[in-house]
């Protein structure tokens, strides 16, 4: 059974930068048919897609947060990490982690999600 | 950059009830390349439909997507007590990947 499971701090201090990492267990991250991506949901809103990553390194992301946003990926580990940098009180939400489906070259439908970590912006 | 409108807001049903939450793009999505999740409080969403009208693994026959290019739609055919949860929808037709605002389902 595929989990994953996202980890990080839980409080950060506005103007730096937020980062979270998401082990995958049960399953290879090098899988060919997947991509690996990051969805987030402010406190009582709705759910907003940050980016998504392939095991080769190739990335999409949300244009809004482009300019703030990394995920990387490190295949030895099984794990695909976020950095959203510059961070504000408007960032704070719990983050998702989730596999998702590719076809053609695109990332399609999130099959699996972690539990989700709060992320709480605030000095 | 294709925006997802989920009407009603809210749905007040009873169980046994028919449920139909929609969902309309801005503009096409390019055929069927719409995703249905249920979320329940405290809980991660779960894939519910995928490619318009395909159940996710373990999905039961109640729950249904219909629809293609701008306009979808979610049917669960009789509400059982653990379908009352928020819905939405997600678009993966093209870059960026966004949500609609979700339907809420609630016990009338």
């Known amino acids: 059974q595929l989990q994953l499971q996202e980890s990080g701090p839980g409080l950060v201090k506005p103007s730096e930068t937020l980062s979270l990492t998401c082990t995958v267990s049960g399953g290879s991250i090098t899988g060919s048919s997947y991509y690996w991506g990051w969805i987030r949901q402010p406190p009582g809103k709705g759910l907003e897609w940050i980016g998504s990553?392939?095991?080769?390194?190739?990335?999409y992301y949300n244009p809004p947060l482009k300019s703030r946003v990394t995920i990387s990926v490190d295949t030895s580990k099984n794990q695909f990490s976020l950095k959203l940098s510059s961070v504000t009180a408007a960032d704070t939400a719990v983050y998702y982690c989730?596999?998702?489906?590719?076809?053609?070259?695109?990332?399609?439908?999130?099959?699996?999600w972690g539990h989700g970590t709060l992320v709480t912006v605030s000095s | 950059e294709i925006v997802l409108t989920q009407s009603p807001g809210t749905l007040s049903l009873s169980p046994g009830e028919r449920a139909t939450l929609s969902c309309r793009a801005s503009?096409?999505?390019?055929?069927?390349?719409l995703a249905w999740y249920q979320q329940k409080p405290g809980q991660a969403p779960r894939l519910l439909i995928y490619?318009?009208?395909s159940r996710a693994t373990g999905i039961p026959d109640r729950f249904s997507g219909s629809g293609s290019g701008t306009d979808f739609t979610l049917t669960i055919s009789r509400l059982e007590p653990e379908d009352f949860a928020v819905y939405y929808c997600?678009?993966?037709?093209?870059?960026?990947?966004?949500f609609g605002g979700g339907t809420k389902v609630e016990i009338k």
């Open positions: 490619g318009e009208s």
């Open positions: 503009q096409s999505v390019g055929g069927s390349y």
């Open positions: 990553i392939y095991y080769s390194g190739s990335t």
């Open positions: 989730a596999r998702q489906v590719k076809s053609g070259a695109w990332p399609r439908w999130s099959d699996y």
């Open positions: 997600q678009h993966y037709g093209s870059s960026p990947f966004a």
